[in-house]
């Protein structure tokens, strides 16, 4: 029998990591977590009932989690700000390191993959772009549900979240000693994914 593989994607907001991963877990047919996706359920869940973050997080549901509104650019700086809060992560530890550890293998795709939730991951990548790239990108998602918005407004929220996630005592955003570092600023898509698949392959 071969042994199940785990791949950890870890890096900053709209590095390409989330691309990136689904790719990776289709090409193995493994079962894939955006765990940036239950942050945002927590932090929009305690808004929209003015729960605390820590009882919201353990409320999250397929239901929940499906809602369009996580999307958006406010669920992600109001993820980023209950993901401080360490009752808010260990909710949402158990989860996680179940589905890393199921059977299959699996990837997943955050912020402490690597660090925390995985760190006996064998396939570890730290996605990464400069600020003013990652700012387009996300940019350019987000204006299609919000015309009004700026690049240089993005920029600014990319900026407030790189620092408040790194700077954060409860597992901040790093990149775990073993992984492999990827930066996708200077790659289209294509070239992304072609670089991904060949740093994977390198560890298997
Ligand atoms: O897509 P984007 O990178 O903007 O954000 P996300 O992956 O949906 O994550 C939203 C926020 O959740 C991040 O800014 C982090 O603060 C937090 N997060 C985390 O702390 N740990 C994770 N494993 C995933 C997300």
């Excluded at 877990?25 to 239950?38: E, H, I, N, S, V």
């Excluded at 550890?101 to 990548?125: E, F």
């Amino acid at each position: 029998m071969t042994k199940p593989l785990l791949v950890a994607f870890d890096g900053p907001a709209a590095s390409g990591k989330g691309t990136l991963a689904s790719v990776i877990a289709a090409d193995y047919g493994l079962p894939f977590l955006d765990t940036g996706l239950l942050y945002r359920a927590a932090g929009h869940l305690a808004h929209v009932r003015q729960i605390d973050p820590a009882l919201a997080a353990s409320l999250i549901d397929a239901e929940t989690l499906a809602d369009e509104a996580l999307r958006g650019r406010e669920a992600g700086e109001r993820a980023s700000r209950v993901a401080a809060i360490p009752e808010v992560r260990a909710a949402l530890f158990k989860y996680q390191q179940d589905f890393a550890n199921q059977p299959s293998g699996a990837v997943l795709d955050g912020r402490d993959i690597g660090t925390v939730i995985a760190p006996h991951a064998p396939v570890k990548l730290f996605v990464t772009a400069r600020p003013e790239i990652r700012a387009h990108r996300r940019w350019l998602q987000l204006v299609k549900l919000n015309p009004a918005l700026t690049e240089a407004e993005v920029l600014d929220d990319i900026r407030i979240r790189d620092e408040r996630d790194s700077s954060r005592s409860s597992a901040p955003l790093e990149k775990a000693a073993d992984a492999l570092l990827l930066d996708t600023s200077d790659l289209g898509i294509d070239a992304a994914i072609a670089t991904a698949r060949s740093l994977v392959k390198s560890r298997l």
